[in-house]
């Protein structure tokens, strides 16, 4: 059932002493702003300091980023890795969700970890050094085994939240005692403070009544989360059709910070209230919303009543790519639009929910999110030189108009420097090409030999 492993090209490196030199750097730190001309010092792993003409330590390695914006590496807050392998396939097949219902029951470990190296390897060629990996097809313990490996060996930052198999029955609770020997285990894992742990959570389920999960189910299974002390989350409100899901689960009393609702394209004035008044995140993911016809984004509204907001891919079945320039670009102007004002959302605002709001929605603000000495260093050097950039002027609005993936010259998580260059360090982005394509064929070719 598994398909071949793709191994690292180079391996990813160290984590020694690194400086960034003479970048305009956004820190995305309210106390610190913008430093023109600036450094960013690393150390283990750790930013050791943000400043101007910053003195090099023995044994240093010095990246120079003159006429280059530095900044923050990019939060995506909801992305369903292993389903990469299905890019391209939805409109010429049954749809987004019956394709995953359909191909998903004859993924084995080995192509959710090619679905999932694969996904990485263009995080980190786009400039996404934080992914929330809603990981909804885990079969077996070893399909969790095979998403952390791919994970760990990519060297992103990432909450890995453990889900049901596609196709689950709705009565049938998902496989609790596996996401309890997974907690128990965490600690003793590689990259313990690269990966943390959540749960991939039904609710009550969807608009298909077949999916709809009884609350006996449902109850045990955040209960399950919230006595082990991890982080939920939810899709809930994504069709106009599904529509109160969050007043469902305000009404269950299980709205709270610690889980975070997905897409709310048709949450009531109601809904947001609550969600607010509990604390509650949000993320959209506006290219899979408009895509799939779920609607548009309520980012004013849900800024507006104070609620944590965090953008993300989603699936690149539905969305194509993992271009987080363009999931920012198509933020700022959807509200502008539903706005009617230029300035509803600026493209500073936007960031941030790239950004620091991203991080501090997945509760990783203490690591990541901004260049704030003492935090883990994940951030990344826009070449600005390029002919869709050609000069810094507003470094905000650059990233959020004008930036593209292929901009992005140099990639470091947590202190490892991943891409540079413009070139991947780590991974060998055509061998897992190669390889994603060769599993996806065993995919279909068992799906064809399933009986039906
Ligand atoms: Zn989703």
Redesign the pocket.
């Known amino acids: 059932m598994t398909s071949p492993e793709s191994g690292p090209a180079a391996g990813a490196g160290g984590r020694g002493s690194l400086l960034v030199r003479g970048g305009h750097v956004i820190t995305m730190d309210p106390a610190a702003g913008d430093i023109p001309g600036g450094d960013v010092l690393v150390s283990d792993g750790t930013i050791a300091a943000v400043g101007t003409g910053l003195a090099v330590p023995p044994g240093t390695r010095v990246l120079e980023a003159t006429g280059m914006i530095v900044a923050p590496g990019l939060v995506d807050t909801?992305w369903?890795l292993w389903n990469t392998l299905l890019r391209g396939m939805s409109e010429s097949g049954p749809g987004y969700f019956r394709l995953c219902r359909g191909l998903g029951p004859a993924f084995g470990p080995g192509d959710i970890y090619q679905g999932t190296l694969l996904a990485c390897a263009e995080a980190i060629s786009s400039g996404v050094t934080t992914v929330h990996d809603?990981c909804h097809n885990i079969r077996g313990p070893e399909y969790a085994e095979a998403g952390l490996r791919a994970l760990a060996q990519a060297g992103v930052r990432a909450r890995f939240s453990y889900g049901y198999p596609a196709a689950h029955r709705g009565d049938q609770a998902m496989d609790l005692a596996g996401l309890r020997r997974l907690h128990a285990e965490w600690d003793g894992r590689a990259a313990p403070g690269l990966l943390s742990l959540g749960l991939a959570w039904r609710g009550p389920g969807g608009s298909d009544p077949a999916m709809r999960v009884p609350a006996a189910i449902y109850r045990r299974e955040i209960g399950t989360a919230r006595e082990l002390g991890i982080p939920v989350t939810v899709?809930a409100c994504g069709p106009r059709s599904a529509a109160g899901q969050i007043g469902v689960l305000a009404s269950a009393g299980l709205l709270g910070p610690d889980l975070q609702v997905?897409h709310a394209n048709w949450a009531t004035e109601a809904e947001i209230g609550q969600l607010a008044a509990a604390g509650g995140p949000v993320t959209i993911?506006p290219w899979s919303e408009i895509l799939v016809g779920y609607g548009l984004p309520r980012t004013a509204e849900l800024l507006a009543a104070g609620i944590p907001v965090g953008l993300s891919v989603?699936?690149t079945a539905l969305t194509g790519n993992a271009d987080m320039f363009a999931i920012m670009k198509l933020t700022q102007g959807l509200a502008n639009a539903a706005a009617e004002d230029e300035f509803a959302l600026t493209a500073r605002r936007t960031l941030a929910l790239a950004t620091i709001d991203g991080a501090r929605s997945l509760g990783l603000a203490d690591l990541t999110g901004s260049l704030t000495p003492g935090k883990r260093a994940d951030l990344i050097v826009v070449s600005a030189p390029d002919p869709n950039l050609g000069m810094v002027t507003d470094p905000a609005q650059l990233l959020v108009t004008a930036a593209q993936p292929g901009n992005v010259d140099t990639v470091i998580a947590d202190g490892r420097v991943l891409k540079e260059g413009g070139v991947l360090t780590a991974l060998d982005a055509a061998r897992i090409g190669r390889d994603a394509r060769r599993a996806l064929d065993g995919v279909i070719a068992r799906s064809w030999s399933a009986p039906r």
Do not use: G, N, Y
């Open positions: 909801h369903h809603w899709h997905v993911s989603d699936t």
